[in-house]
């Protein structure tokens, strides 16, 4: 089969829109579905573009995001990601009747100008296609062409002005940010609570530590009038039927003494209300200090504080501490009273609480 799809050239399978043929029945119906469906099912979750198989979307990824380009053609100058597609492209692309021989290396071409884009391009190092934007010359006007689309082109569309990496649209830069720079993890593990950057993280988690574990109920009934609350039972008891609090959260349940810290509650935690715009990048934030941290950490890169281990800098020197106890001394401070778990930082004791253990009634 092989011998005769590659070597005797037999295409038995005849694409009925364009009449282009194939030599195998699956790729025929990939052609189809890219060029006349124009289906592209796999989608590229660092800049939105669309691929209609995945070892195109693979090859996408590491050119453009991971820039792994180690295969280059010496008749064009064509870069390949893979050893072998760089052999399927010479033996399609340029003849395999090679009778210009290079008197230099022993290389033979099909003709006299790819020989003398070869001697060019690989002895005399000549990049004579030039990029209008940034300079750098190229041996083949494809190897240029496909420099320009890439890089420049790419740049155009939306920025992330922190790192430069170029996302389809302001959506995918605001979760671009959010995961990379400012640590954003906006998805809980339902198990032990461990909070993630992504969902197929959250899963990974699961399925390597928990294998199957049952996550523990979130939801907890109040005897007296039968309402099912995400937290804070108590303070519900208190400020619903013993009328210790008259301020309540009717979505979770919280209590408070003052009708402002209510709406500040719902405002922040339900709503997710973020008055509070960074003018730089237009990331917003619940709190006045929270941006300003931001500014800081983001934009100012404010970072005095350098660990003596690793060399990871930092704004203040508790973020630092907090650093080194749970990065390199792997101190787990902070126990729960219920269970005795233990973990690394107060915020995740909070949340391990707040999800799997009733509340005391904030005062």
């Known amino acids: 089969m092989h011998i005769d799809c590659v070597h005797k050239q037999l295409r038995k ?29 796999y989608i590229c979750n660092l800049c939105g573009r669309a691929f209609s ?39 399609t692309t340029h ?27 690989v002895h005399k190092k000549l990049r004579e296609h030039k990029c209008e934007f940034c300079g750098k010359g190229f041996a083949g006007n494809h190897a240029l062409k496909r420099h320009v689309d890439g890089i420049h082109k790419k740049l155009r569309v939306c920025t992330c002005e922190i790192c430069g990496v170029p996302l389809s649209d302001n959506n995918n830069l605001k979760k671009h940010i959010d995961a990379v720079h400012n640590d954003v993890r906006a998805y809980t593990c339902e198990v032990c609570g461990k909070a993630f950057k992504t969902k197929p993280d959250v899963k990974r988690h699961i399925d390597v530590i928990h294998k199957g574990k049952k996550p523990e109920p979130r939801g907890y009934p109040c005897e007296i009038c039968g309402k099912v609350l995400l937290g804070h039972l108590q303070s519900h008891i208190d400020c619903i039927h013993k009328k210790l609090q008259r301020y309540s959260c009717d979505i979770c349940g919280r209590a408070f003494a003052r009708n402002g810290n209510l709406t500040k509650h719902i405002n922040g935690v339900h709503k997710k209300l973020k008055e509070h715009t960074c003018e730089i990048c237009g990331q917003s934030f619940i709190q006045k200090g929270d941006m300003a941290r931001h ?10 504080y350098p660990c003596e281990t690793c060399g990871h800098a930092f704004v203040n020197r508790g973020v630092l501490e907090k650093h080194v106890n749970t990065i390199h ?35």
């Open 295 to 304: 500014i800081n950490n983001i934009h100012k890169r404010l970072r005095r």
């Open 329 to 363: 001394k792997k101190l787990r401070e902070f126990m729960c009273a219920m269970c005795g778990k233990t973990f690394t930082q107060n915020g995740s004791l909070k949340r391990h609480v707040f999800y799997f253990h009733e509340k005391t009634s904030e005062d």
């Open 95 to 121: 003849k395999k009747l090679r009778t210009h021989k290079c008197d230099q290396c022993d290389r033979v071409f099909a003709d006299g100008p790819q020989l003398k884009r070869h001697i060019d391009a």
């Open 53 to 91: 198989v995945s070892c195109k979307l693979k090859e996408h990824v590491d050119i453009i995001h991971k820039k792994l380009r180690r295969h280059t053609c010496e008749l064009c100058g064509q870069d390949f990601t893979r050893k072998a597609h760089m052999r399927r492209h010479i033996n």
């Open 13 to 41: 399978h005849t694409c009925e829109d364009c009449g282009k043929t194939f030599a195998r029945r699956a790729d025929m119906k990939s052609h189809v579905n890219a060029v006349h469906k124009k289906l592209r099912d």
